[in-house]
């Protein structure tokens, strides 16, 4: 009986660690490893590394809510966020803070650091240093449906 309990809590121990280098080989993290807030009666998921940004849509939902801890530098290129067939659906708060070296290369037209939202909420994200090689109307989101974008900024 004992062998099977120290079994058992080995191979428990083996898989949750096998599942945190994958986490790590990818970059992305999860809600467990985010800290979160409440902004006006609504839980908020804080960002406040490249590593965490870029989880969004990976491990982190397209639907969640978002708020910028500090200024964050990108150190490679961009993958926009959402897509048509699974766009961007939360609230974004920038919060003030600056994403800064925004790069995104591709050919389709719908390019921002949102590819895609729909009845999403984005305040306040200034970017800087941006540089996207087909913009269709607004580098902070390619193609908005009836999403509110408020205060936002974008210095290239």
């Avoid at 120290?6 to 490893?33: F, M, N, P, Q, Y």
């Avoid at 993958?79 to 974004?92: K, N």
Wanted: charged share 25%.
């Amino acid at each position: 009986m004992k062998k099977g309990i120290v079994l058992l809590a080995c191979l428990v121990i083996l898989l949750s660690g096998c599942s945190s280098e994958k986490a790590e080989e990818t970059g992305a993290v999860s809600r467990s490893d985010v800290e979160t807030i409440m902004i006006d009666g609504r839980e908020y998921s804080v960002i406040s590394t490249e590593e965490e940004l870029r989880s969004i849509g990976r491990t982190l939902p397209l639907s969640g809510n978002y708020v910028l801890g500090n200024d964050i530098t990108l150190t490679k290129e961009w993958t926009p966020l959402g897509s048509e067939d699974d766009p961007f659906t939360g609230r974004f708060e920038g919060d003030g803070y600056v994403i800064r070296d925004l790069k995104v290369n591709g050919e389709d037209a719908d390019q921002g650091f949102f590819r895609a939202s729909d009845g999403a909420a984005i305040h306040e994200l200034v970017l800087e240093d941006t540089e996207i090689s087909s913009v269709n109307f607004f580098p902070i989101v390619g193609n908005a449906v009836d999403t509110e974008i408020e205060g936002g900024q974008v210095d290239q």
